[in-house]
């Protein structure tokens, strides 16, 4: 039912003159059926192949029949219930203030890992509350350590900034613009692949949406994982072997491996063992958790 009666808010939205149409239609199928000689002086071809196309019109067995009579009845009275809906939606999708600060914030924080004298004072600051941990422990058990802390936080603001359901819609959206321009190339519907043309066109407001989305946690994640990757960038001595802890680790297939050995390319031996522990880490929380951050539908 919520398919359908978003589908026939979508179509008057888009042209008010569908209101009409819509109505119409649900006049004339009080036996629960309507052919298009029903309402071909008050539908044009172009409307009724819309109404067929979106699904609010499905095959009957003499003609066609109302997907949802009550759905689409419930989505004409709720109309300007629903635009008011979609504008808190919108309002509800865009940055706050504290957003677009976390934002300015983490760029600026990226200026430690090629400027050592920000670098110096991130990483005196957090060796503060780290620096204890690091003497107790070894140094890779602070970075497993670390590497559950920021998976938990990580997965939380994921959970609780990103709306899957609203990305699962736009998803749905796309998918059903890309199976309905695919049947009417089929059937060679000119007129239909114009007008599905159009439609995404607007639909990349959606796309725009769902990217927001998806980067808005992604703000807050980097807001806090900078400073600690940048205290263990400081600590292994990157640019200041003076402050560095020089030590070995045993890899499997690499057997002992200092700190700042280089072993994918350019990257060095304590980045790949702190994006080990982090994805390992990440994927039990979440399993833990039973959190889903992925897109669901409606």
């Known amino acids: 039912m919520a398919r359908i009666e978003q589908k026939v808010r979508d179509l008057v939205s888009d042209d008010a003159g569908m209101e009409s149409v819509v109505r119409t ?22 409307q009724w192949g819309r109404l067929i196309e979106k699904g609010v019109l499905v095959d009957g067995e003499s003609g066609f029949r109302l997907a949802d ?27 706050s203030t504290w957003d677009k600060g976390a934002a300015v914030l983490s760029v600026g924080l990226m200026a430690g890992y090629s400027w050592s004298p920000l670098r110096n004072i991130i990483g005196n600051a957090m060796d503060v509350a780290l620096g204890p941990l690091n003497t107790a422990l070894p140094f890779y058990a602070v970075v497993m ?17 990103m709306d899957s359901e609203k990305m699962g ?12 321009r695919k049947a009417a190339k089929e059937r060679g519907d000119d007129e ?8 995404q066109m607007e639909a990349m407001g959606d796309q725009m949406g769902m990217f927001k989305e998806q980067f808005r946690p992604m703000v807050w994640i980097m807001f806090l994982t900078i400073p600690v990757f940048l205290w263990m960038y400081w600590k292994v001595g990157i640019g200041d072997p003076s402050s560095g802890q ?37 994927q039990i929380i979440r399993k833990g958790l039973n959190i889903d951050i992925s897109p669901t539908g409606t």
């Not at 009579?69 to 999708?93: F, H, I, K, M, Y």
């Not at 936080?153 to 994921?158: D, I």
């Not at 239909?192 to 439609?199: N, S, T, V, Y």
């Open 169 to 180: 819609e736009y998803q749905e959206k796309m998918q059903e613009i890309q199976e309905r």
């Open 69 to 95: 009579p009550e759905a689409t009845r419930e989505a004409l009275e709720n109309g300007s219930t629903t635009a008011t809906a979609s504008t808190d939606d919108e309002d509800d999708s865009s940055w």
């Open 246 to 282: 020089f030590g070995t680790i045993v890899l499997p297939f690499r057997g002992t491996v200092a700190w700042k050995e280089q072993i994918l390319g350019p990257i060095q031996v304590w980045i790949v063992w702190y994006f080990v522990c982090s994805m390992g880490f990440t």
């Open 192 to 199: 239909a692949l114009d007008r599905i043309q159009d439609e």
């Open 145 to 161: 350590i670390l590497a559950v802390v920021t998976g938990l936080y990580s997965t939380l603001l994921q959970a609780n900034l």
């Open 25 to 46: 239609v649900l006049d004339r199928a009080d036996d629960g059926e309507v052919k298009w000689v029903d309402v071909r002086d008050d539908v044009s071809s172009g």
